[in-house]
């Protein structure tokens, strides 16, 4: 299908209005972190139905990518997208929901904040370099995009990898508020005229037993090429 091109200042612009107004109609109601945001053209960002993992195969995803759910590690399953170009790893023990505006997501089965989640905008962007030194992406996107006003937000580390030609950023942050915390992995990559970000969280207490765990999530993120 066609879309037009964001310019990384439109893209980080509309998702921050659309962010300061769903944490403020929602403060009350959900932990900060919980808070869904709409990007650009989030009719793009349809949810897929087709899940490889639990022995549950749909027959349009089998010839590809069979590596991935083969060389899984333990007690992980493998969501991949063929149609949207994407693939990562989450626990086998997490359920599919729906987060509004993102294309997958998997959650714990008993704490919906603990949560991987995909989700993608269109762009004329070629590589995630060319959206800027990964010091400035990241803190752009984490000030002033993942936090909402009433919230302190910690970038822990920052790396780069390059993977099959592809490159990546990757980062962990936490975001605190007086009577909540949580922190998250995200990686970040553009492909396919597409900018992705898996973001994986849990809430403080969470993090500290089940960092490791999560870890695996976002290492685990690829773009595919479609």
């Keep these: ?74 007690k992980y399953e493998a969501f991949v997208d063929i149609k949207d170009g994407y693939s990562y790893y989450y626990p086998s023990d997490w359920i599919e929901f729906d987060f509004r505006g993102h294309d997958s997501a998997f959650k ?24 800027g030194p990964m010091d400035e992406v990241v803190s752009n996107l984490v000030n002033n995009n993942y936090a909402a006003p009433n919230q302190l937000a910690t970038i822990y580390d920052m790396q780069e990898k390059n993977v099959d030609g592809k490159n990546y950023y990757m980062f962990e942050y936490e975001l605190r508020s007086r009577n909540f915390a ?28 089940f960092r490791d765990q999560l870890k695996v999530v976002a290492d685990s993120f690829k773009v595919l090429d479609i």
């Design 108 to 131: 714990d089965r008993h704490l919906q904040l603990q949560n991987v989640r995909v989700r993608f905008i269109p762009t004329d962007k070629k590589d995630i370099h060319e959206m």
């Design 1 to 74: 299908m066609s879309v037009s091109s964001l310019s990384l200042s439109c893209v980080l612009g509309t998702i921050k209005e659309k962010a300061t107004e769903a944490s403020r109609s929602n403060i009350n109601e959900y932990p900060p972190q919980s808070t869904t945001v709409s990007w650009p053209n989030e009719s793009q960002c349809s949810r897929r139905s087709a899940i490889m993992g639990s022995g549950s195969l749909v027959a349009a995803f089998l010839p590809v990518r069979p590596l991935l759910a083969l060389d899984k590690p333990e």
């Design 182 to 209: 949580s922190t998250s992995f995200a990686t970040i990559a553009v492909a396919n005229g597409r900018f992705y970000t898996l973001v994986v969280a849990a809430n403080e207490r969470r993090w500290r037993r």
